[in-house]
């Protein structure tokens, strides 16, 4: 690699750090004869970095110069950074080299915007095509649909790429304006309406023409930023929700708001909101796996989630009236909301009790975890729950241990 390309490669991939919206997760491209690589080598390439990104994907932009002056980005046009570009045979280089050595399994490609949307958009679209049609890839390709890019080039993205992100970036149209005063909803919500329709589209094709290439087929994505603008946690999770039912997404990514901006327009925060961003992570899972409604978690009354607490305990706190369920009666619904109860050990408990009431053992054997599930669930054993227990006696058990780990750690420093 000659020094230029590893200058822009240190440059390019340290501001793509920011984007959090790149998990693999979803495809299944198999190689090919005379093909190279594959999208769905489980366990083989996935890495995920302390503060939990992935980083199995070459993550690069292809440019950090832009045009616009969103004021929580870095490559915003007034701030004052080195700035590269890549070229189109760069980028594809490079995939293709890491690749070959099993640096990555596949590709994460964003960018600023250089000249205009198109102009960027086509130089994404044309890597991508690259890089399936000359060198026959098969790796994992995330590019970014620039908000405001033509139908036609999305649509071209859409046949080389496996996912596809817009980012809405800021969870409301008023705070966008004033942080991005480029951009706005509209021009967000043309690409992700298009890559909506399309994957749908081919989607139904494909059960009626077999031969009907892929589109997309790890669906799309979109990052919010959290803690740049004021919005709450209800505000944030009902844009979620509305994006997994209406847009049908895949993923909504949050990322708390790095303070690398010394913009006026955004607050200066000591630290990013990493409690925050793993809340909403928490409240998006309750969302998209445990049948939670957003107003389960948060309301006009609780408009935020509980920092010390997982959403699903505050959730199980809040509502003493529904709780303890017995196990051996109660629906797989009911169970799902149990605090210490996954998908997996609510499936097995529906099962098992098919062949005799359960115990605290067998619920134990299941999977379920006792010292967190014991307050919200009876079973055929009378005595070990510990009913009847006020929720701000449960909240402070619930949370002695981050309490501790605390106290710890002060002390280890002074000690
Ligand atoms: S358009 Fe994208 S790259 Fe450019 S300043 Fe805004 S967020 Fe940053």
Redesign the pocket.
């Known amino acids: 690699m000659n020094e230029r390309v590893k200058e822009k490669l240190e440059i390019l991939s340290d501001a793509a750090k920011y984007d959090v919206s790149c998990s693999s997760s979803g495809s299944n491209r198999k190689n090919t004869k005379g093909g190279l690589g594959n999208s769905n080598g489980v366990g083989i390439c996935h890495s995920y970095t302390e503060d939990g990104r992935c980083v199995s994907l070459l993550k690069i932009l292809l440019t950090n110069h832009?045009i616009?002056?969103?004021a929580y980005?870095v490559?915003?046009?007034s701030n004052d950074v080195k700035r590269a570009a890549f070229t189109v045979q760069e980028v594809v280089d490079l995939t293709i080299n890491f690749y070959r050595r099993n640096y990555i399994e596949g590709l994460f490609l964003s960018s600023?915007?250089f000249k205009d949307v198109d102009y960027t958009m086509e130089r994404l679209v044309r890597i991508a095509k690259e890089l399936r049609t000359k060198h026959k890839f098969n790796g994992y390709i995330h590019l970014k649909a620039i908000p405001g890019a033509s139908d036609e080039l999305i649509h071209e993205a859409g046949l080389y790429a496996d996912r596809l992100s817009v980012n809405l970036?800021i969870p409301s149209e008023m705070s966008l304006k004033k942080v991005?005063p480029e951009?706005n909803y509209k021009e967000v919500y043309k690409p992700m309406n298009y890559l909506t329709g399309a994957i749908q589209g081919f989607k139904e094709e494909k059960t009626a023409i077999r031969s009907t290439p892929k589109f997309a087929p790890a669906g799309q994505s979109t990052q919010m930023v959290i803690g740049a603008t004021p919005e709450n946690d209800l505000t944030v999770l009902n844009l979620a929700d509305n994006l997994y039912q209406q847009q049908q997404l895949k993923r909504v990514y949050y990322s708390g708001y790095v303070p690398i901006s010394s913009d006026n327009r955004v607050p200066t925060l000591k630290q990013p909101p990493v409690i925050r961003e793993n809340r909403l992570y928490q409240a998006d899972w309750l969302m998209r796996f445990y049948e939670f409604k957003v107003d389960e978690i948060v309301n006009e009354v609780h408009p935020e989630l509980d920092l010390e607490l997982d959403p699903k305990a505050a959730y199980a706190l809040r509502n003493p009236h529904l709780f303890p369920i017995d196990v051996n009666n109660a629906t797989y619904h009911e169970i799902l909301r149990v605090p210490g109860v996954g998908v997996r050990s609510a499936k097995k408990i529906v099962s098992a009790r098919r062949h005799g009431k359960l115990r605290f053992d067998n619920l134990k054997k299941i999977g379920v975890v006792l010292k967190r599930a014991r307050f919200f669930i009876t079973c055929a054993d009378k005595e070990f729950n510990l009913l009847g227990k006020d929720p701000l006696v449960i909240r402070q058990i619930f949370t002695a241990p981050s309490r501790q780990k605390a106290g710890f750690n002060q002390l280890s420093l002074f000690g």
Do not use: L, T, V, W
Request: glycine share 8%.
């Open positions: 832009c616009f002056d969103c980005c490559s915003r046009r600023g915007i970036e991005a951009k």
